[in-house]
């Protein structure tokens, strides 16, 4: 017995300085998590530690599982400040098709602009440097103003748009909307304190992909300021909504007669409900387009998405462009950006100035090229998303829609 006695006192003596040890790397642990990083985003554990302390303190696992945890966020790249976090999402690198962020100060990137057929009074355009959103140098302000100060002989409306033309093969146009083309588009639009939209209407358009050939109303794809029953919601509200408007056919071609998408017995016309506007903030929004003239029922692939800031409003299947007599087929869409409201006298009351701006609109093949990260989208039903036609208009209203986009 008494040879095992020491044994006993070193057993004890050893585990009691096991004890103090895993107290002080504990400690240690808590300071070091405790401790500011380097930097926004940065973890603060890094894999070597993890790698150490976990051997140091193998086999007390209910002690060191919450640093188990903070060490696999760590890996991750995620800032570990109490709680797991996820890693921030990396910077997409944009290489569109089409860029109209208005690199380096000018209006280069626009085949339309004040300086070039302007649509517009080339006095309502500006590029300013504030405020712009986040990772952009430069904005357009689009300004109307109130009274006739904004009308411009033989334009309708009061308008200061910016235009990409249409090319004489839609395959080479830079809107890249012509049959068969699937296509991404974004644009960042910010409305300022004090912004008063035209009431009681769906006119307040901010981006037009616009049909063309141009004689027959109305745009394929519109973002509006909807102010009234449109888009299905109430009247009173301010919405950001976007409205798809295509087909006609060899029977009923968009040029034959009727002249609007709105009467035309083979269009269809469909709102993505958008939410109610909010001043003195970017809003990133991105629209996913394939381009077919036809209706699902005769094999069509037509479809428009659209998201803002990061946030699918709606999907919907069905013709995206229009069918045209003299082509003999589908035509072409071409964009526009600014700001295009109906004029006093097609409003009812005299309405303010007042200024949109917009930047970093980009055109490309995929979310990435634009960038870009969406979330994945809830698959498209051939029997959900049916058009929904607006009710019938006041006989003034519906001759203005006629020259609206």
């Known amino acids: 017995m008494m ?23 504990m400690l240690v642990a808590v300071a070091l998590l405790a401790a500011p990083s380097a930097g926004v985003g940065a973890p603060l554990v890094n894999r070597p530690q ?37 890693a921030p999402v990396p910077a997409v690198p944009r290489q569109p098709a089409w860029r109209g962020d208005l690199t380096g100060g000018t209006w280069a990137q626009y085949d339309g602009s004040p300086i070039f057929h302007p649509d517009g009074n080339p006095l309502d355009y500006s590029l300013v440097t504030s405020p712009v959103p986040p990772g952009f140098s430069y904005a357009f ?9 904004s009308v411009v002989s033989g334009q309708y409306g009061d308008r200061t748009l910016l235009s990409l033309w249409p090319n004489l093969d839609p395959r080479k146009g830079k809107t890249r909307a012509y049959e068969g083309a699937d296509t991404w588009y ?25 049909n063309f050939p141009n004689g027959p109303c109305c745009g394929n794809l519109s973002v509006a300021v909807v102010t009234d029953r449109s888009d299905g919601g109430p009247a009173g509200q301010a919405r950001l909504s976007t409205r798809i408007m295509g087909g006609g056919s060899p029977q009923y071609p968009i040029d034959g007669g009727t002249q ?17 506007i909010q001043t003195g903030h970017w809003y990133d929004l991105v629209w996913h387009v394939h381009w077919d003239w036809r209706p699902t029922g005769a094999g069509g692939t037509g479809f428009a998405q659209y998201w803002i800031d990061g946030t699918l409003m709606g999907s919907w299947r069905g013709p995206t462009l229009y069918y045209y007599a003299a082509l003999g087929g589908p035509g072409q869409a071409c964009l526009q950006d600014g700001y295009y409201r ?30 870009e990260i969406v979330h994945a989208a809830r698959r498209i039903s051939k029997k959900s998303h049916q058009s929904w036609r607006p009710p019938r208009r006041r006989a003034q209203t519906a001759a203005a829609e006629e020259q609206a986009p």
Not at 53 to 80: E, L, N, P, Q
Request: proline share 7%; glycine share 10%; aromatic share 10%.
């Open 260 to 276: 609007t998408g709105y009467s035309n017995p083979a269009a269809q016309i469909h709102w993505i409900k958008g939410p109610s």
């Open 141 to 149: 302000k689009a300004t109307v103003q109130s009274g006739t100060n």
């Open 3 to 25: 040879n095992h006695q020491p044994l006993r006192v070193s057993q004890k003596a050893s585990y009691r300085r096991g004890v103090a040890m895993r107290w002080a790397l």
């Open 342 to 371: 109906p004029t006093d006298d097609i409003a009812g009351y005299s309405q303010p100035t007042v200024s949109v701006y917009h930047a970093g609109t980009m055109i490309g093949p995929t979310p990435a090229s634009i960038g």
């Open 50 to 86: 993890c790698a150490q302390r976990h051997a140091s303190w193998k086999g007390v696992r209910h002690r060191h599982y919450r640093f188990r945890r903070r060490c696999a966020a760590a890996a991750h790249g995620a800032r570990v400040v109490g709680r797991v976090v996820p």
């Open 186 to 210: 974004r644009d960042e639009v910010y409305f300022p304190a004090g912004f008063q939209p035209t009431r009681n209407t769906g006119w307040n358009w901010l981006l037009v992909l616009h």
